[in-house]
């Protein structure tokens, strides 16, 4: 389900605004290029599209690739037979190796014309000696030959960044993940149709399912489509089979559970889905989830600027009790870093809960709201 034409794509509308224009204004292509940017997010999919659209003997009048002719189907197909697109992943070729290919590729023209393409994938895994010698490699460049470098970190300090025009890859949104998993719904042909339109597929999936699969997927296409995958093979499409068979829960659950804490009520059902699975997640889920409410109190406005994330921070954020649940999860999350121990955790909860409940009482309400005031913001 690879896109091959950045038509096709999701997301990253600046990238392929960026090549349509050089199209054309038929200005030439970058000699080298660097996409940074999380895993997931498009960086080897761009790469080979951008090196087909360099390649291809019959690009349609946008700039996109025929996908059709032998330099197409050589990236396409990955076999990279012929000399137009050489492929090397940073991460597994060796030291020696890495160099040797490098040299030897642009060394000489393609023997079937047109331009030549490297792909280097996570370049932030070669050695410092393979790293030099790609930096006086780019230091001449040579007409007709591009390189196409991808990194899952920022490369400030590596030097490459001067001598490449460099692409940010920021994680994709929920809205674009789930419009991008309904597209790959319909694309995928099921039974007599396809898996969008069938009626073997709740509604309720469709919606409430890519929900919380888009707001699990940390930003990624990638992850996201794993997650669909794994839920159409195993027929998992009732929101609460996907929650305890893939350990998905979207936001909202959080919300919600958030919303019971502060209140003080459904301690069991709270219990049951922060406790079980994977509790350092749900921890950080929740956080994410207060500091969407905390950033909608200061500014009006949760991340993203979605009317829905924005009508749930709001929720949150006017509950009598949110600036003391808000500064309890800060304290712990300063004193326990990254990660902390189950029954460190039960405790925490047990008690934030116990403080919430007796917070809600008419009697307890005045002196917490003065205690969680008093208390600075910590984080």
Known sequence: ???????????????????????????????????????????????????????????KEN?????????????????????????????Q???????????????????????????????????????????????????????????????????????????KFPPANVQALMMFLADTMEKVPYKDSNLWDSDDIPAEFKMEG???????????????MQMLEQCVEADIFKPDEIQSKLGIVSTSTFLNLLMSIMSGTQPLNVFNTL?????????NLMFKVISDAECFRVFGVAPGNNEFFNKQAKTLAE???????????????????????KTEYVVFMSALFDACLRNSRPTGVTELQKRAVRKPLQG
């Not at 406790?275 to 921890?283: K, L, P, T, W």
Request: glycine residues 6%; proline residues 4%; contains cysteine.
């Open 93 to 167: 070729a060796s030291k020696d190796e890495v160099i040797d290919k490098i040299t030897d590729f642009v060394s000489t023209p393609a023997w079937s014309g047109g331009n030549k393409v490297l792909i280097l994938e996570e370049v932030q895994e070669l050695s410092v000696k393979a790293k030099n010698s790609l930096l006086k490699t780019l230091e001449k460049p040579v007409k007709g030959i591009h390189y196409i470098m991808t990194s899952m970190e920022d490369l400030k300090a590596s030097g490459l960044t001067s001598r490449c025009q460099v692409f």
């Open 210 to 224: 890519l929900k919380a699969i888009a707001e699990s997927a940390n930003g990624s296409y990638r992850m996201a």
């Open 63 to 91: 700039g996109d690739p025929c996908c059709e002719c032998p330099a197409c189907k050589d990236v396409i197909d990955e076999t990279f037979n012929r000399d137009n697109v050489l492929q090397i992943d940073g991460g």
């Open 319 to 341: 509950h009598p009790n949110f600036s003391y649940v808000r500064n309890a999860f800060c304290e712990f999350a300063q004193n326990h870093q990254a990660y902390f121990k």
């Open 275 to 283: 406790i079980e699975g994977d509790y350092n997640a749900n921890f």
């Open 1 to 59: 389900m690879r896109p091959h034409t950045l038509n096709d794509m999701y997301g990253q509308d600046h990238i392929k605004k960026y090549f349509y224009n050089l199209t054309k204004s038929k200005k030439p292509f970058p000699t080298a290029m660097l996409f940074q940017g999380q895993f997931g997010g498009g960086k080897t999919t761009t790469a080979k599209i951008v090196a087909q659209m360099l390649v291809c003997k019959n690009p």
